[in-house]
């Protein structure tokens, strides 16, 4: 077996990546948690370390970057291979290859995959929180659009200002690196960023991708503060999920993706109410590293 570090994926990386994740899906019976936009981008804060045998691929773990000592971390192994350890052996690799500053790992695992539950239980990890997972199916139909209160537009390079400084005051993110990143993504025919508008004065935004495994997201909603409670989040969240199905991003949608904090119970009945229904549900986990 031999262990390849890349900054980058490759096209054959990629469908072995598929078909390990529909295998390891078949076997646990829940989809393994896979953040697709990584495997696309080369970013020096990413990386990716892959077992392979031969051309086969035996598993994958990718880390990004997510925040100041903290790795985010994707890992599928090949159920077959398991019991080699490979997902400790993977990661080991991983966090030598990020061996300044982190001090966490933030993984995310499905509720019902009791094999990564208890590998994460054994590092000393806890739970921090829960998300949830929900879909909007169009079945053909992307259904009526609600709301007229607001203005939407598509968000061009000259709007990075105002959606970093939105960005700021709903996450804490740092303004000019979200400039430079919104700049950088302006005109991906894979991703739109809707800024909303009302009477001329710009009060959120939200986002669509589509990743590449086909699925199509809305993520990174935010509302001015002196905005909020007034139902505005609903007509976002619908006048764009009736774009996306009326052909906002290239190619066929048969249903949009989102995920919300478990314990956002506002946000959870909202994304209801624009037709959204729960698909599955993940746990956080918080995993120390000793050096």
């Avoid at 192994?77 to 080991?92: F, Q």
């Avoid at 303004?175 to 991906?188: I, L, S, V």
Wanted: include cysteine; charged fraction near 25%; glycine fraction near 10%.
């Amino acid at each position: 077996m031999q262990l390849v570090a890349l900054r980058a994926l490759q096209t054959g990386h990629l469908d072995a990546l598929r078909t390990l994740c529909a295998r390891a899906e078949e076997v646990d019976g829940c989809a393994p948690k896979i953040h697709w936009p990584l495997m696309g981008l080369h970013n020096p804060d990413i990386l990716h370390v892959l077992a392979l045998e031969g051309e086969a691929l035996l598993g994958l773990a990718s880390g990004l970057i997510f925040e100041a000592g903290t790795l985010e971390l994707t890992c599928v192994v090949d159920p077959n291979h398991r019991a080699r350890r490979l997902a400790t052996t993977l990661v080991e690799r991983l966090l030598e290859q990020h061996s300044d500053g982190v001090t966490t790992l933030c993984a995310r695992v499905p509720s019902t995959h009791t094999p990564a539950q208890e590998w994460a239980t054994r590092r000393g990890a806890a739970v921090t929180r829960s998300e949830v997972t929900m879909r909007r199916s169009f079945e053909g139909d992307a259904g009526a659009p609600w709301g007229d209160a607001l203005s939407l537009r598509l968000a061009t390079a000259g709007d990075a200002p105002a959606l970093a400084m939105l960005d700021a005051a709903a996450f804490g993110t740092e303004r000019g690196e979200m400039r430079r990143r919104y700049q950088k993504t302006a005109g991906d025919p894979d991703r739109r960023v809707w800024l909303v508008e009302r009477e001329g004065a710009v009060v959120g935004k939200l986002h669509a991708r589509r990743d590449l495994d086909g699925t199509v997201w809305i993520h990174d909603l935010c509302i001015d503060a002196a905005a909020r409670g007034r139902g505005f989040g609903r007509e976002m969240v619908a006048r764009c999920t009736h774009a996306l199905g009326d052909g906002a991003l290239r190619g066929p949608v048969d249903g949009v993706w989102l995920e919300v904090n478990a314990d956002n119970a506002a946000a959870l009945a909202t994304y209801a109410r624009c037709g959204y229904e729960v698909a599955r549900e993940d746990d956080i986990y918080e995993i120390p590293i000793s050096r």
